[in-house]
């Protein structure tokens, strides 16, 4: 039977779902693409990040649960981008000054462009609208 036959699911599908199985009780994703069912990787409403000074000048925050990495390169000047990997859909895992990192296949990112520092991601992080509103963070599209 071939990959492509019709009601019968493709071959990588049938081996991540075989590779969650094992990975699902450990809070762990092992493949992506297709998109079924994921969130979008940016945000399509207002999302309220906190303090904006929780976001230090001339470094990055992770917002791991919100999806997102925000930079401040200098006062006042803040970048958000999504923090799902373009690779393969994992969540980055953290921050170091201007760099964000996804250990799930070791790609390295610029927090103030989106650009792959280090691959395998080919593609830079899309960027989100991020602006102050009463010295809170708000990031995704506007009112």
């Given at each position: 039977?071939?990959?492509?036959?019709?009601?019968?699911?493709?071959?990588?599908?049938?081996?991540?779902?075989?590779?969650l199985?094992?990975?699902?009780?450990?809070?762990?994703?092992?493949?992506?693409?297709?998109?079924?069912?994921?969130?979008?990787?940016?945000?399509?409403?207002?999302?309220?990040?906190?303090?904006?000074?929780?976001?230090?000048?001339?470094?990055?925050?992770?917002?791991?649960?919100?999806?997102?990495?925000?930079?401040?390169?200098?006062?006042?000047?803040?970048?958000?981008?999504?923090?799902?990997?373009?690779?393969?859909?994992?969540?980055?895992?953290?921050?170091?000054?201007?760099?964000?990192?996804?250990?799930?296949h070791?790609?390295?990112?610029?927090?103030?462009?989106?650009?792959?520092?280090?691959?395998?991601?080919?593609?830079?992080?899309?960027?989100?609208?991020?602006?102050?509103?009463?010295?809170?963070?708000?990031?995704?599209p506007?009112?």
């Open positions: 039977m071939s990959d492509s036959s019709p009601g019968s699911p493709a071959r990588r599908t049938v081996l991540c779902g075989v590779a199985t094992g990975a699902a009780g450990l809070g762990l994703t092992a493949c992506s693409g297709g998109g079924g069912g994921r969130a979008p990787a940016v945000p399509t409403a207002p999302v309220d990040l906190g303090a904006a000074d929780a976001v230090p000048v001339g470094g990055a925050r992770l917002y791991r649960e919100k999806r997102l990495v925000v930079s401040q390169p200098s006062e006042g000047e803040y970048r958000a981008f999504s923090a799902v990997c373009t690779h393969a859909g994992c969540v980055l895992t953290s921050v170091k000054e201007l760099e964000a990192d996804c250990t799930c070791g790609s390295l990112f610029d927090t103030t462009s989106g650009e792959v520092l280090a691959g395998p991601a080919g593609a830079p992080l899309p960027s989100v609208p991020v602006r102050v509103e009463g010295g809170r963070l708000v990031a995704g506007g009112d």
